[in-house]
């Protein structure tokens, strides 16, 4: 059983698609379309029609377009236009809360409604009426934020019907002569940030946007793009889809795999292999030997396991243990880190513990080289330690595998032991321990677990020569 990792990156295939489709590499083209130069001009006849009925007003014409402007390259039968010559943008309107009933006509929308990752916006729970009528977004407006920190989520979505949208949503209403659909396409292939002006309150620069450069197919073109990605994003939510689902059931396997190796279940015993219980009167020799020579203070004795606290049964040369029967030592990071001085020794913390692994990349904290040698009294993290993280994610665990001396902060917990550093690892991982690690976790608004708690945490003991075969058989199964 291989329980390989899904790498799949579906956003950047998706902004691939529409690179590509922006660029007129996605479909063929035909030569019998009607060309975009026609088009444009069907375009500017129903602008001038609609300022004739008054229901846009005439506004200053964009700058024309210089060929030094042109980002790329783009097919003989399109046209490179400005984003306000494919549609009207609109600001949206925040009606009075006396006005908002459900028995009214138009559908009222805020940006929070786009949060579900429907395309079209149909889940309608307030409705305005003809006082608004001004206001409303015709059907196939294309809505996005348009202030506040909403913008940086980039959301798109289209009115499937006449609606109102409130003050921080904004609106591309596509003339009636495009693919609403392909104009919708071309503006998720726009990188919205680029528009934004302001910091402490972001909001959209309508101006700006409204300049931008955009290409422009044919009208038929323009269809088949739009299907084509159409049917590409559906293609990438069922990968998508089938990949969540492969996530779930690998972490089951996993948790299931390492249930069965806590309880002795998971290889053969041999009775050949020296026992638990003589492990540990090897521990506990190794540990007196260790105090007598300064190298560990003495500690109190831990209280021994009674048979109702032991959660499942284990194979006779076993032994339940607490983690300090079995530890050397144990220890945290410093509580009060040092200032950063950008050179030296690197400190760690919990964030930099991922997946089994020490990310080194994760923060960009040092120490001194002297104020490192005062930090590694109390850490003294070495190769073949277990790394713990005990503030606020809590119980993902590492192995030392690497002679670069480093130093961390109290989110982590440094266990070096007397047993195999990688059954160790699996143990404190698996949901045996992870449940008492979070049962005695304590805190509001970040959890932590203390040392005098995690010392006292119960755990399976193997004989040694087990250890290896449980470590290799989950090392068989699992790839990290």
Sequence with gaps: MKTNTLDFDAQALREKILDLAMHGKLVPQDPNDEPASVLLEKIKAEKEQLIKEKKIKKSKPLAPITDDEKPFDIPDSWEWVRLGDVGLLKNGKTPKKEDISSDNIYPYFKVKDMNNNNLYMENVKNWVGEKYSRQVMPKNTIIFPKNGGAILTAKKRILSQDSLVDLNTGGLIPYNDLNHKFI????LSLDIKDFVKGSAVPTINSKKLKET????????EQSRIAAKIAQLFALLRKVESSTQQYAKLQTLLKSKVLDLAMRGKLVEQDPHDEPASVLLEKIKAEKRKMIKEKEIKKSKPLPPITDEEKPFDIPDSWEWVRLGNIAKRITDGTHNPPPNSHEGKQV???????KGKIDFSLSNRFVSEDQFLKEDKRTNIRKGDVLLTIVGSLG????????KLFTAQRSVAVISSNILSKFLYYVLISAMFKTQIFANAKGTTQKGIYLSKLINLKLPLPPLAEQNRIVDKIDNLFIY
């Design 396 to 403: 993902n665990a590492a192995v030392v595998d690497t002679d």
């Design 184 to 187: 919708f396409y071309l503006f």
């Design 213 to 220: 450069l955009v290409p422009l197919p044919p009208l038929e």
């Design 348 to 354: 760690i913390s919990a964030i930099n513990i991922k």
